[in-house]
């Protein structure tokens, strides 16, 4: 069994769900008062997407280099494009709204 089979395909899901954890406890803590300013979250956040897209676009080019007949290698390249729109889709609104809305 190559590398590959073993978590290559299932990279670009995992960088998203890395992604999605960091910045849903990023979140999380500024709602809760824990971070030292309020624009920490949001920064953290920018940081977090830029590092994260920029993994996925590298994943994304080395998996369509190495993309074969084998149905794994194959599904590699849509699951890291789609990982790329779901960190898209998780990073815009955590940076355009609010961490916390008061109930009152």
Known sequence: MNRFHALGWLLGPLIWLAHFMMVYAAQGLACRGETPAAGSAALFVVIATVIALGAL????????????????????????????????????????????????
Do not use: Y
């Open 57 to 104: 676009l590298v994943t994304l080019v080395g998996q369509w280099r190495t993309r074969s007949g084998d149905f794994l290698q194959r599904i590699a390249v849509p699951l890291s494009a789609l990982s790329i729109l779901s960190v898209t889709w998780t990073g815009l609104p955590a940076l355009l709204l609010p961490a916390c809305v008061s109930a009152g």
